[in-house]
């Protein structure tokens, strides 16, 4: 069994509320929702980081952000607006490390994050 959690999702291991899945990214609910729509968007491909982005990843991020903007439009966000982020590393906050975006909506969210 795989150590890294995401990749435990992506492989069924671990369980998970799916509300997207395709040939390169998945994407789930989060444990702990801070907004009515809190869902993690990830690539079934393990990267543990923005860190190890680069112009090779560029056809997985449109493929990301295009399943992001999918969602926000099924959950009714796209009126309303919502919030893409990305932790990176410990002083980012990233607590799992196999990248993943968070998309956060469904209530006013405040700025700047603590
Ligand atoms: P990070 O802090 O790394 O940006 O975000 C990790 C996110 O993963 C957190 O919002 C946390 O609630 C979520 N998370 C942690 N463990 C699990 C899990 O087992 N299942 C799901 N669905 N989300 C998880
Ligand atoms: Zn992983």
Redesign the pocket.
């Known amino acids: 069994m795989t150590e890294c ?2 990749c435990g ?1 992506v492989e069924g291991s ?1 369980p ?2 799916k509300v997207y899945e395709d040939e390169h990214v998945i994407a ?7 907004a009515p729509v ?1 869902i ?1 968007v990830i690539p079934k491909k393990h990267i543990p980081s923005v860190q190890q982005i680069g112009e090779g990843e560029g056809m997985l991020l449109g493929r990301i952000f295009s399943v992001i903007n999918r969602l926000a439009k099924e959950h009714g966000l796209s009126e309303r607006g919502y919030r893409i ?3 990176c590393g410990e002083e ?6 196999h990248i ?1 975006f ?1 998309l956060l909506g469904g209530r006013a969210l405040t700025w700047p994050p603590g």
């Open positions: 959690l995401f999702i671990i998970s509320e789930f609910k989060d444990i702990h929702a801070q809190h993690l982020v990305n932790n980012g906050g990233q607590t799992v490390h993943h968070h």
